[in-house]
């Protein structure tokens, strides 16, 4: 078993990977795929304080006490057969996600949405878009861009949204916008404008905001 060195910064709940944690693979709580609930095999389960937790991007099974314990296929990993639709449940706040690209290994995914204990916004469940796909030799990048995951997206249902329509969705569904950064939130209040994707994690990777084309029901 390898050591989770990926615990970097927890917040006042050190068992809860809601907030701070960050895995070996480069895959964070508040940036990218998050962590998913599961029992100590991997397989996902539907509660709010599981056992353990499943990277979806690696598929390392990391106890809440920060060992990983298991390592599964990232690629056999089923997070249910579309962005909205996660195996249980919705997401927590419908009509909202964040889309991200991890530009060396071409991987996509869509991230919930949930409220934090300040009812700022981050990071929720996570669906996979689009697996890792081959690089040239000597490439250190994917070829992959972010017009591949506006066409999966699209695929599903959902679009690139600005951050400014993010805000006006988020603020409309309860949540409140600050600009403290240690709060870990996926937006604030003095960085919205019509941007879409953005570059994230040192240019590895990009993130936008994301919505169903059509109302959700």
């Known amino acids: 078993m390898d050591a989770f060195a990926a615990v970097a910064v927890r917040d006042a709940a050190p068992t809860n990977p809601s907030t701070g944690w960050v895995c070996v693979c480069g895959n964070r709580t508040t940036a990218t795929t998050g962590f998913v609930p599961c ?29 990983v314990v298991a390592r599964t296929d990232p ?20 009509g909202i996600g964040r889309a991200w690209l991890h530009l060396p290994t071409g991987s996509a995914g869509l991230v919930g949405v949930r409220a934090h204990h300040d009812h700022g916004p981050i990071a929720d469940q996570s669906a996979r878009l689009l697996d890792p796909m081959p690089r040239a030799d000597g490439d250190p990048w994917s070829p992959r861009t972010a ?15 600005s951050r400014a329509e993010a805000a006006t969705r988020l603020l409309a569904a309860g949540y409140q916008l600050g600009t403290n950064r240690s709060a870990g939130h996926l937006l604030y209040a003095d960085d919205l404008d019509d941007t879409t994707w ?7 990777g990009l993130e936008a905001f994301a919505a169903p084309t059509e109302p959700t029901r």
Do not use: E, K, M, Y
């Open 147 to 161: 017009a591949d995951v506006d066409a999966a997206l699209d695929r599903w249902g959902w679009r690139v949204i």
């Open 198 to 204: 953005r570059p994230r994690d040192a240019g590895h």
């Open 39 to 67: 029992d100590v095999n991997g397989t996902l389960v539907d509660q709010a304080s599981p056992g353990f937790w499943l990277c979806p991007q690696c598929g390392r099974v990391i106890s809440t006490g920060g060992a």
């Open 75 to 94: 690629t056999l990993v089923d997070l249910g057969d579309r962005p909205a639709a996660w195996p249980g449940r919705g997401f927590s706040t419908p």
